[in-house]
């Protein structure tokens, strides 16, 4: 049973380290970094810090990673939600959860808010869904608006949102002032995947034979996470094969497991770049 909606952690190990690829967007997230560590340096000249911004892309691909390194950088406490958490949720209970969310980070100052999977609560208004269900969905909305809305740019407190849902999400969360900063975050391409195989083949006690590039070239359409999913898995294939180490075999059969659990989800591979 879930006590809160949210969970404040606040002393996030996460660093950029720890996130591979995503060159790009790191460069883009390293300002917000320098926003919480140094705001006087950016509003001395008048200029108005941006108070959200999203990470757009597939699932698995790191956003939420991305989102905690950004504490982890800047040395912040980080409060997470779930967009989905608010699906079926009591009337006012939403809302309600939104604001004491807000109140909470205010006084945590200087820090993160990540609400994931934003478009279970920012779909575009009249939109979607049961008749009746739809409205705490918009409360929950509203809140998060007039929250949004309600702290000053210089209050230390900087939101992440992610969606892979860009396009339904309502107009009004990408105003000026709001979610204006967009940050894509892509599948991996080979380059990619391999520096997100050598991540999480650092943990594991490997033979010789392993090579990360070759593993990279067998993952096609891999996002972050069914990578680590795969080293995890051969981890364990060893184990129960009682081999002193993971070697490539047990890659091999790790990765033909991940693409059958992919397959049953109904996933779509998508084919090499
Ligand atoms: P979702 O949209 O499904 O919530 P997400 O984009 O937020 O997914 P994460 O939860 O950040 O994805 O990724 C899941 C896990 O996959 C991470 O905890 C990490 O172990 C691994 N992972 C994903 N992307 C990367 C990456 N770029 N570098 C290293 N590890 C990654």
């Known amino acids: 049973s879930k006590a809160a909606l949210f969970d404040a952690e606040n002393k996030v190990k996460i660093t950029f380290s720890d996130v591979a690829g995503l060159d790009e967007a790191k460069e883009e997230v390293k300002e917000i970094v320098d926003f919480l560590k140094t705001p006087s340096k950016f509003t001395k000249l008048g200029g108005k810090i941006p108070k959200g911004a999203l990470l757009v892309g597939p699932p698995g691909t790191g956003k939420t990673l991305l989102a905690k390194a950004v504490a982890g950088e800047a040395a912040v406490p980080f409060f997470s939600l779930s967009g989905s958490d608010f699906v079926e949720m009591f009337v006012g209970v939403g809302a309600a959860r939104v604001r004491d969310l807000f109140k909470q980070a205010k006084e945590k100052a200087p820090c993160i808010i990540f609400i994931d999977e934003i478009d279970a609560i920012g779909r575009s208004r009249g939109r979607g869904q049961l008749p009746g269900a739809n409205d705490e969905r918009e409360n929950t909305l509203n809140s998060l608006l007039v929250e949004m809305d309600g702290f000053a740019t210089d209050s230390g407190v900087i939101i992440l949102a992610a969606t892979n849902r860009p396009d339904v999400l309502d107009s009004a969360l990408l105003r000026p002032g709001r979610f204006d900063r967009q940050i894509s975050i892509d599948k991996p391409d080979i380059v990619g995947r391999e520096a997100i ?12 034979t392993v090579d990360p590039k070759k593993l990279s070239a067998q993952t096609p359409g891999f996002a972050g996470a069914e990578i680590a999913n795969v080293c995890n898995e051969a981890a ?3 184990a129960r094969r009682d081999k002193k180490a993971v070697d490539m075999q047990d890659f091999q059969d790790a990765i033909d497991r991940v693409i059958g659990g992919l397959e049953k989800k109904n996933k779509i591979i998508s084919p090499e770049e």
Do not use: C, E, N, Q
């Open 197 to 208: 195989f050598k991540v999480h083949l650092k943990p594991i006690k490997l033979d010789p």
């Open 236 to 238: 364990l294939i060893a």
